[in-house]
């Protein structure tokens, strides 16, 4: 069965300093993977997706994630975090189709210290 | 571009009382998906709808249901609510033949 795994469920890091959200994924076939981030009490912006092509795709809001077929992995990377990019963040999977539902993982809340 | 919107933000219901929750799609997306999220359950497919019909749901009983309007706005309906029905239901768009899915900002259902 498809599956998304978000080993870390809270991360704290110091503002200016670097990020990475890891996110595995269990699928059939090549997925499609999205990153999603969600601020207390809102909806899901699309922050990047990876469809095929260049494994490193660039986001909005400065993230970067890098698809690595061989571990089935697609990490959610910053260079700098501020304090606004603290929220939750979703790694999410789905097919080339439309209609495919997002299987979604259980999602990783940043805090960002001072 | 207006994104998708959502009303209302907030319902309170009693539970076995019904519950309607409307979406709007960012304009020209005509596939409209339905998902809860609940405490501790992450984010569950509910319905999706592509012109006007049901094309795929989820592992949700049949009281959860909804429909496509001509205008591609959507409607979800849960009825006979239980506690555990309450969740924030996130609306999603897209265009047709993709799956890039973009939120709403969700209504927040209480069940009481």
């Known amino acids: 069965a498809q599956s998304v795994t978000q080993p870390d469920i809270h991360i704290t890091v110091s503002e200016g300093a670097s990020l990475e959200l890891r996110c595995n994924y269990s699928y059939g076939a090549t997925p499609y993977l999205f990153w999603y981030v969600q601020s207390p009490g809102q909806g899901l912006q699309l922050l990047l997706k990876?469809?095929?092509?260049?494994?490193l795709v660039q986001g909005i809001k400065g993230f970067e994630a890098e698809f690595k077929r061989s571990q089935s992995s697609f990490n959610l990377r910053k260079p700098s975090v501020h304090w606004s990019d603290a929220a939750e963040y979703f790694c999410a999977v789905g097919l080339n189709q439309a209609g495919t539902a997002l299987i979604f993982g259980k999602g990783t809340t940043l805090s960002v210290s001072s | 571009e207006a994104g998708v919107t959502q009303s209302p933000t907030h319902l309170i219901k009693t539970r076995g009382q019904q519950a309607t929750l409307r979406c709007s799609p960012i304009?020209?997306?005509?596939?409209v998906y339905w998902y809860q999220q609940a405490l501790g359950l992450g984010l569950q497919f509910l319905l999706w709808?592509?012109?006007?019909?049901?094309?795929n749901r989820g592992n949700f009983p049949p009281r959860f249901s909804g429909r496509q309007f001509p205008n591609y706005s959507s409607e979800l309906n849960v009825n006979a609510l239980e506690l555990e029905d309450s969740a924030l239901y996130l609306c999603?768009?897209?265009?047709?033949?993709?799956?890039?899915?973009?939120f709403g900002p969700g209504t927040r259902l209480t069940v009481l």
């Open positions: 709808y592509d012109e006007g019909e049901e094309r």
């Open positions: 999603a768009s897209s265009l047709a033949n993709t799956d890039t899915q973009y």
């Open positions: 990876y469809f095929s092509g260049d494994t």
């Open positions: 304009s020209g997306h005509t596939s």
